[in-house]
């Protein structure tokens, strides 16, 4: 069946340590998505990527980073620059142009001890 | 930049009874998306339903509904019988309908918590 897969679903990050989350999808989707979900603040945007090799910030992209290697996977990397990481990450790839929604991973949770 | 507003951080409602979320934008376009979402305990982001913004008819599937009114920029989600099962957050979104080539992304409202009253 397609449809995206994150992995882990838990994820522990020390102090002062990177992390990467990793998402792919088999969808064929051009268009892949990152966000950040927080408690009262909806969704926000990380990163997002049309094409592969190419990739926009979002509106909360400090503190992270992002490949887009192949078309199938983008990964995030949460760098010791981001603050408050501590959040639940989704996610989603899209068809461009046709104005569809997101089919969305089922998320990694990410906590810092 | 668009803004989607959703001003009821949790609404309740009675099994089999009908209730209505509410979503305002702030758009400049003529014509985009709007969705809504369903994220229920599992977390697992669901789409309930599309409506495209030159379209007048209101988008409607299965028991889920919308009053979609342009000029007001008003998107409000009806569910009529509710169930146990529709228990949930509930997220409006907005997206452009030109997506190459520039910003891209659907823009979320903050969400409404639904509960199902037994």
């Known amino acids: 069946d397609g449809g995206i897969t994150q992995s882990p679903k838990y994820l522990f990050r020390k102090e002062g340590q990177n992390v990467t989350l990793s998402c792919e999808q088999n969808?064929?989707?051009?268009?892949m998505y990152w966000y950040r979900q927080d408690p009262g603040q909806g969704l926000r945007l990380i990163y997002y990527s049309q094409i592969v090799n190419d990739f926009q910030k979002g509106d909360i992209a400090e503190g992270y980073s992002v490949s887009r290697e192949k078309k199938e996977s983008f990964p995030l990397t949460v760098t010791s620059a981001q603050k408050n990481p501590t959040a639940f990450y989704l996610c989603?790839?899209?068809?461009?142009?046709?104005?569809?929604?997101?089919?969305f991973g089922s998320g990694t949770r990410l906590t810092v001890v | 930049a668009q803004t989607v507003t959703q001003s009821q951080p949790e609404m309740s409602v009675q099994e089999a009874e009908t209730v209505t979320l509410s979503c305002t934008y702030d758009t400049s376009e003529s014509d985009y998306y709007l969705f809504w979402y369903k994220q229920p305990p599992s977390r697992q982001m669901i789409l309930v339903i599309r409506?495209?913004?030159?379209?007048?008819q209101n988008a409607t599937e299965n028991r889920f509904s919308v009053n979609f009114q342009k000029a007001a920029k008003s998107f409000s989600l009806k569910i009529s019988d509710s169930q146990l099962g529709d228990a949930a957050m509930y997220f409006c979104?907005?997206?452009?309908?030109?997506?190459?080539?520039?910003?891209?992304?659907?823009?979320f409202g903050k969400g409404t918590h639904l509960i199902i009253q037994p």
């Open positions: 979104a907005y997206r452009e309908m030109y997506s190459g080539g520039g910003a891209d992304g659907l823009t």
């Open positions: 989603a790839s899209s068809i461009l142009g046709l104005g569809l929604g997101y089919t």
């Open positions: 969808l064929n989707h051009d268009a």
């Open positions: 409506q495209e913004a030159y379209k007048q």
